[in-house]
Nanobody, 120 residues
């Protein structure tokens, strides 16, 4: 499966952004999907994951209550709605796919990443 993330940008603290990840290739609905981020000088960090059907979602404690992951299997797309953004949310955000849902960063397929910058 090939993944293409978009929607990043520059936003002020307290603002919102919506990331999208379009998938092509093998059956999108057979993959659990996740968003993972990486800030300069830091390791990759799990942000959110969603099951194949969309019925189950998981979040890192740092984003719980502010971010929402969702998917539209008819459009082969996964989303990350980010509200109440903080400067510490600044990172490159990657979408990732795997047959098995996990809350760590060990996913098989990765998109190219989209930059999110939150100014204070």
């Amino acid at each position: 499966v090939q993944l293409q993330a978009s929607g990043g940008g520059l936003v002020q603290a307290g603002g919102s952004l919506r990331l999208s990840c379009a998938a092509s290739g093998r059956a999108f609905s057979s993959y659990a999907m996740a968003w993972i981020r990486q800030s300069p000088g830091k390791e990759r960090e799990f942000v959110a994951a969603i099951s194949r059907s969309g019925g189950s979602t998981y979040y890192a404690d740092s984003v719980k209550g502010r971010f929402t992951i969702s998917r539209d299997n008819a459009k082969n797309t996964v989303y990350l709605q980010m509200n109440s953004l903080k400067p510490e949310d600044t990172a490159v955000y990657y979408c990732a796919a795997d047959k098995i849902l996990t809350t760590v960063t060990a996913y098989d397929y990765w998109g190219q990443g989209t930059q999110v910058t939150v100014s204070s």
